[in-house]
Nanobody, 124 residues
């Protein structure tokens, strides 16, 4: 299984970025997908998740209304559209795949596979 993130970079506060995560080696449409992030010196935290068909999403309170998760099962890709970025959004962003969509979808232990991450830096 491979999850490959792309789209990170340096952006000014208030700007936007769109992350993508291309999956291979798994039946993508059978997996829930999530985005997590990890800032220097901090634990990895949940950002957003989407169920198999894309009909249900879930967000951390800190990004609700600013970030949008979506997926294209025909392309085996999940996206994270990030708007109104803040310096505190600076982190390495990881995508992850989960075999189950449960109440604990915000818990990193629910996820079976992880990408290598992409750096997002928001300057003030």
């Amino acid at each position: 299984v491979q999850l490959v993130e792309a789209g990170g970079g340096l952006v000014q506060a208030g700007g936007s970025l769109r992350l993508s995560c291309a999956a291979s080696g798994l039946t993508f449409s059978s997996y829930a997908m999530g985005w997590f992030r990890q800032a220097p010196g901090k634990e990895r935290e949940f950002v957003a998740a989407i169920n198999w068909g894309g009909g249900s999403t879930y967000y951390a309170e800190s990004v609700k209304g600013r970030f949008t998760i979506s997926r294209d099962n025909a392309k085996n890709t999940v996206y994270l559209q990030m708007n109104s970025l803040k310096p505190e959004d600076t982190a390495v962003y990881y995508c992850a795949a989960a075999q189950r969509w449960t109440y604990y979808r915000g818990n990193r232990n629910e996820y079976n596979y992880w990408g290598q991450g992409t750096q997002v830096t928001v300057s003030s």
